[in-house]
Nanobody, 117 residues
Framework: QVQLVESGGGLVQPGGSLRLSCAASRMIYSINTMGWYRQAPGKQRELVAQ???????NYADSVKGRFTISRDNAKNTLYLQMNSLKPEDTAVYYC???????????WGQGTQVTVSS
């Protein structure tokens, strides 16, 4: 079974930075999209950032200009660089890989990001 293992979460002050990583336990040879979602207490899970197989990216308006999604295809690893963090960014962050041709979703276990003074 393929597992996605996340790391990089933690506690930071407002204005600080974190980099999240998500690595697949086995190579996934046909991926449609890769993305990061987050879920804050009492709220629905929302898409934060996405990257397609062709390298196109898109971001939620709330993080645009502050977060950057990237990947290392050779390592089957996805990253989220988070700068200028705000308390509103506090959530559990989940990575997601969707495979071709059926769009089956693999999910990471989640990593907590807390932004607080």
């Amino acid at each position: 079974q393929v597992q996605l293992v996340e790391s990089g979460g933690g506690l930071v002050q407002p204005g600080g930075s974190l980099r999240l990583s998500c690595a697949a336990s086995r190579m996934i040879y046909s991926i449609n999209t890769m993305g990061w979602y987050r879920q804050a207490p009492g709220k629905q899970r929302e898409l934060v950032a996405q990257i397609t197989s062709g390298g196109s990216t898109n971001y939620a308006d709330s993080v645009k200009g502050r977060f950057t999604i990237s990947r290392d295809n050779a390592k089957n690893t996805l990253y989220l660089q988070m700068n200028s963090l705000k308390p509103e960014d506090t959530a559990v962050y989940y990575c997601n890989f969707r495979r071709r041709p059926d769009n089956y979703a693999y999910w990471g276990q989640g990593t907590q990001v807390t932004v607080s003074s």
